[in-house]
C-alpha cells in the first residue's frame, strides 16, 4: 500500500488523535515517527530525518506555520514534504500553508484513505523516478537522476514539487498549459488540489530561478495559463 521503510513524523498535540494517524500510518507499511510540538519533532528529526512531515496547524508553541517555515529555511531539512493537517478550510489559509513551503494541505475531518493517497502522490513527487536524462535549455540543466538542477553550472535549491513542476515545464517547452493540465500532469489526478494551488508553486519556482535570470522562461498566458520557453 504505501512505500515500505518511508518514515513518517506526525506533529500532533492531540495524543489520540497522534496514535490513531500511527495506527494508520502502520497499516499501510509506514514507519512513523511521533511528536507533540516543534520542540520534540526537532529532536525525532535530529535522531532520524523522516521522508514526510504530517503537520498540525494548531499546536501549542510554535503554530505549523511558524515551525514549517523553520523547517524550509534549515538547508538540512528544507528538502522534506510537508503536508499541513488543520481544521481551517479558508482559502487564504491554505495559501498562507502553501507559501510557508507546504506541499500538501489536509482539512479535517479527513478519510484516512484520502490523507494516504494524498502522502503516497506528495512522497512519489519529492522520489527520484529513474529516469537518466539531462535536460537542457539555455544554461539551465535539469537532471532527473539526481533532481539537481544547475544554472550556469550554478546549483539551483528547489523543492520537490517546484522540482516536478520545472522538469515537467522544460520537457514541454514553447507549449500553453491551463491550470487544470498542469495539475493532472504534475500533481496527478488523483489528488485534489485546487488550481491556486499552481500559482503559489509558479511563484516559489520564479523567485528560485530569478537570481539566476531564468525566472522569464516560465511565462504567464493571459486567460490561459502557463508556457516555459525562451522566448520572450
Known sequence: MGMPNKLILVVEDEAPIREMLKFALERADYNVALAS??????????ENQPDLILMDWMMPGASGIEFS???KNNATTRDV???MV???VEEEDKVRGLNTGCDDYVSKPFSFPELIARIQAVLRRATPGGEEETLSVAGL???AASQRVTAK??????GPTEYRLLH???????????REQVLDRVWGQSVYV???TVDVHIRRLRKALEPHGFDGMIQTVRGTGYRFSEKV
Open 168 to 178: 515537467f515545464f522544460v520537457s514541454h517547452q514553447d507549449r500553453v498549459y491551463t
Open 37 to 46: 510540538g516543534a520542540s520534540e519533532a526537532r529532536l525525532r528529526i535530529a
Open 81 to 83: 514534504p510537508i503536508i
Open 141 to 143: 540543466e535539469v537532471n
Open 69 to 71: 517555515r523553520e523547517l
Open 194 to 196: 485546487e488550481e491556486r
Open 153 to 158: 553550472g550554478e546549483p539551483v535549491r528547489l
Open 86 to 88: 488543520t481544521a481551517r
